[in-house]
C-alpha cells in the first residue's frame, strides 16, 4: 500500500485526477474492508483534489447513514429524495449543484459548502453508496469531475 499520493498541485484538474484514480485504485486493490477504503478514498479525495470535504452515506435501513469523510463535521442521516444526496439516491444519477443555496432543500451541514458533486454507485442495480464532495467556491465541479469520479464510482462498486 502507498503511504502518499504523487499529485503536482499545479496541474490541471483532468491531470490530476489521470494521476490520482490509478493511486486510488491500487490503494484498494487487495483490501477486501469497505469502511477501511471508502476512508482512504475520502482521504485521497480531499488532499489529492484540495476538496473542502468528501464523504460517503451508505443506504441503510432506507436511510442514508453517514460513513468515511474528510472535512467539518456532517449531516449523520438522510432520507431519500431530501437535498443534494438523498436526490442523487432517489434519481440513481450523479448531480452537479453551481450554487448550493439555490438547490431546492439542500441540507446545510455546513454553511461554508457553496457547490456540491454528489455520485452513487450500485450494487444489484440498486444505488448501495453516495460519494458527496462539496467545495467552498461556487460553480467548483464540472463535466471534468463527474467523467472521472463517475469512473472511481466504478472502482468502488467492484468493491462493494
Known sequence: MA???FITESAPKAEKYKSLIPQI??????????V????NIASALKFGMGYFWVGFYLVKNDELILGPFQGPIACTRIAKGRGVCGTTWAEGKTLIVPNVDEFPGHIACSSDSKSEIVLPAFKNSEVAL?????SDQLNDFDEVDRA?????????????
Do not use: F, P, Q, W
Not at 130 to 134: E, F, K, R, T
Not at 150 to 160: A, P, Y
Open 3 to 5: 503511504e502518499e499520493l
Open 36 to 39: 477501511a477504503n471508502l476512508a
Open 25 to 34: 485504485e491500487a490503494l484498494v486493490t487487495g483490501e477486501s474492508d469497505l
Open 130 to 134: 453516495i460519494l458527496d464532495v462539496d
Open 148 to 160: 472521472y469520479l463517475e469512473d472511481l464510482m466504478r472502482i468502488i462498486e467492484k468493491l462493494l
